[in-house]
């Protein structure tokens, strides 16, 4: 079954010019945010007393601890901090700090203190967190915005976040990165903590709460006037702390506050702890991060160039504003011209609302946005004795021995997992009410192909391979390729010997994959760490839905499609990605007769205890918690003797 020139069939563009189907999983994600972040504005037009937005605070706080992982560390034990050294500078001193904050957990810190600050006359403090800056802390603009703090009279603590400066995490043994730091490097810890049913955000929060913990045990701070700031994934970390901390008394997210909906549209990927488990499904938008600190005041920075959608931030505040006005509280917006940052115009609006709202009697005049303090050397700030604390201490846990330890104490046993991997799998979906078959015969190579609806808005291709003419037909090998049909010359071979002995093989593509790969819709590859597939599958983590998942289903559809129009047992033959997708759905469906894996399987339980495992492109088929809720020792007791792991298909 051959074409003419003796390759193996393939779908040509637009599954033969029959249908486009390079928009449907976009469409469908797209679709689906916007119906619930559409019930979540609803519940927000409903406030109408300030009772109604102590429930909603309430829901919304219950909403985030669920998403980071359950309720965080209660430590409350001040971080031990090994002082550094100290650099003088105008008006205050800055302290260099390593801060230890448990589980063998350090940060590297500077304390900004200005001289009017003493434990007599305890001052207001800014915890100042750092967004994506490979100096971290020692970033000119960052830096700047602490001493301008700290010339207002407020004490600041900022440290190096995760992946940024001294806390690089894949370093060799001279200190080489092996992995890139900040966006990659969240990317690739954050992809295994989903696999473990956790979010990387879960330890961005508790780095900072444990830094409040410290900032406001300082004699020079007054705890109640303590307010928390950042610029890009700082302002993320900011939005996390005014969800869940109440000690914040004012906030000032910069440059990250936008809507969920006009982002999406962008196209732009989030690093993952920018994204909060279901939270698209809750209808949890960012007018509920502002709604959650009310009636603390909140201050939003925006600039109107930004990659972060200035025209989702203005209808965020707007309809937030009616909301905290319900409790007498402040909400405010300023915006700059520029792109992307913290600029002096952000920080000197920064500067003036923390003074007024955290300092010491009337606001003292900002310094204008031109006085910009002067810029210490990154070996100023340097806390750490090499520059790094991955090699001051080789041995210290970073994220992903965190991740992968939390998984070890909270492995289930051998049983419980599979109705709860049917429940991410069924969850949401909307079958068609038939599934509307279209068919066709490829005239160069006699195969039949086609196309079906798995849901409403979402169709799955195949090829059709029968017999050899004259064989009587033993059943069906739905085969599952890495790249679906795409990879069918690789396996035509085989797919001739199966044909010979009586075999029907249908080549499946299930949404995303083969001729239904995906439109690519940002600048980055398709299957890149940050590209198209790596952003649909953290869309679809914000609606408690996975790609791995969607397709799991798709498999499911696929037999009960087979089955309407072929007789005789239905296996499952996979290789790469369509390995792992047919061991999951072969243990949902006991009616499919074999299970036949070309290639291992990956196993989401050894991608946790992996540092360095790939490749990224799997990512597209993750389950979040699967490797927590139903590992791979699970799913091979449900396949009994049905699985066979070994290459044993018609390979030569």
Known sequence: MADADGTAPRFRDFLDGMYDPSLQVQLNVHRRTSEWLAAGRRANDLLRTPDDVRRRQEELRKLALEALGGDLPDVRQVPAARPAGTVAADGHTIEKLILEIGDGVRLPANLYVPHTATAERPAGAVLFLCGHADAGKAAPRYQAMCARLARAGLVVLTYDSIGQGERKSYLDADGRELIPANVPEHVHAGVQCWWAGDTIARYFVNDARRALDYLVARPEVDPGRVGAAGNSGGGTQTTWLMLVEPRIAAAAPSCFITGREEYQRSGQAQDPEQIIPGGALAGLDHEDFLIAMAPRPTLVLSANSDFFCVEGAVRTVARAQRVVALTGGSLTHVRADGEHGLGPELAAAATEFFARHLGDGPAPAAAPAHDEPPVRTTAELQCTRTGQLA??????????????????????????????????????????????????????????????????????????????????????????????????????????????????????????????????????????????????????????????????????????????????????????????????????????????????????????????????????????????????????????????????????
């Open 391 to 652: 090699t001051d201490h080789p041995d210290a846990p970073r994220v992903f021995e965190l991740n992968r330890d939390r998984l070890a104490r909270e492995l289930p046993g051998d049983a419980g997992g599979i109705p709860w991997l049917h429940d991410r799998v069924m969850s949401g979906r909307e079958p068609a009410a038939e599934f509307f078959p279209r068919w066709w015969t490829d005239p160069a190579s006699g195969a039949r192909k086609a196309f079906w609806w798995s849901e409403r808005d979402i169709v799955n291709a195949a090829i059709v391979l029968d017999p050899v003419p004259g064989v009587p037909a033993h059943g069906t090998d739905l085969l599952l390729l890495d790249r679906g049909t795409e990879d069918l010359a690789a396996h035509f071979d085989a797919c001739d010997r199966a044909r010979a002995a009586g075999r029907r093989i249908v080549v499946l593509d299930v949404r995303g994959t083969g001729a239904l790969a995906v439109h690519r819709f940002n600048e980055f590859g398709l299957e890149a760490g940050y590209g198209t597939l790596y952003k649909i599958v953290a869309d679809l983590v914000c609606l408690s839905d996975s790609l791995g998942a969607a397709r799991v289903y798709d498999v499911l559809r696929a037999v009960e499609f087979v089955r309407t129009w072929a007789a005789g047992p239905v296996r499952l033959i996979g290789a790469g990605q369509g390995a792992f997708l047919s061991v999951l759905a072969g243990a949902l469906a006991p009616g499919v007769a074999e299970v036949v894996c070309l290639t291992p399987p990956l196993d989401p339980v050894q991608i946790v205890r992996t540092r360095f495992y790939g490749p990224e492109r799997d990512t597209q088929v993750l389950i979040p918690g699967l490797a927590r809720q139903c590992p791979t020792t699970q799913i091979n007791a449900a396949l009994g003797h049905r699985y066979t792991p070994a290459n044993r298909w018609f390979t030569a």
